[in-house]
């Protein structure tokens, strides 16, 4: 279980925070006790944006991992020297316009699902562009088509909400499960879920916006032949 309190995994809105160091690692990572930055995982990039300390220095941060032995979330510096040290309080902020940016990539995306319902082999997610691999024979897809598609779906102000199952759920219902090169984090018992309205149903730990309508306008921008059953659809928003 992560020691770090993920406050972006019920909140992606939430932009800042106070929190206590905990520790920095022998390469500069710092470890705090809760956090809203999104550490980078599912094709998400990790936030970045700085640490204030109490004497208003601030410490930029490049990115955000994760651990992937201790599950600890790691605030990556983007210069070592004058790192806080444990025990110190901080704030945490955001860039927030990256982050929001990456929200709406993320939540488009799940949208692009739901009009190709074929499974998921990859993905990535930008700032204002984002991509899916799916696995899929050539079935002549259309970029003008699917762009309509996405946005009218985008334009039907559809809620964005998280839920909670369990493992066990889960495990009794593996269509949920979209992509087939990441399996959702199972062993704690519980796993996020993401729903989008009727249209999207799955799980997934990163952020979102709150109604499509957030979106703004998207267009297909290109699909391309990865393989005999691979076709990459990218989107670009608006």
């Avoid at 809760?34 to 204030?52: C, E, H, M, N, S």
């Amino acid at each position: 279980m992560n020691k770090t309190q993920e406050l972006f995994r019920e909140d992606s809105y939430a932009n800042s925070c106070e929190a206590v160091v905990s520790g920095v690692n022998d390469r500069g990572g710092i470890i705090l006790d809760r956090t809203v930055f999104y550490p980078a995982g599912g094709g998400q990039p990790g936030d970045a944006g700085i640490l204030k300390r109490a004497d208003g220095a601030e410490v930029p941060i490049a990115t955000t991992l994760c651990d992937k032995d201790s599950r600890d979330i790691i605030h990556v510096p983007s210069d070592a020297t004058g790192a806080p040290a444990a025990g110190e309080k901080v704030q945490c902020v955001l860039n927030w316009d990256r982050r929001y940016a990456h929200m709406r990539v993320h939540t488009a995306l799940h949208l692009l699902c739901a009009v190709l319902p074929y499974p998921v082999t990859g993905g990535s997610i930008g700032e204002a562009q984002g991509r899916l691999d799916f696995d899929i024979p050539d079935a002549g897809l259309d970029k003008e088509a699917l762009s309509e598609e996405l946005n009218k779906l985008a334009m039907r102000d559809l809620p964005v909400s998280i839920s909670w199952i369990s493992d066990d759920e889960l495990a009794a219902q593996p269509d949920l499960v979209r992509t087939m090169a990441v399996k959702p984090p199972m062993g704690a018992g519980k796993v996020r879920m993401i729903a989008v309205g009727d249209a999207d149903l799955q799980p997934c730990g990163g952020t979102h916006v709150a109604n499509t309508r957030e979106i703004g306008s998207l267009q297909v921008s290109k699909i391309e032949k990865k393989g005999a059953r691979n076709r990459r659809v990218r989107i670009v928003l608006s």
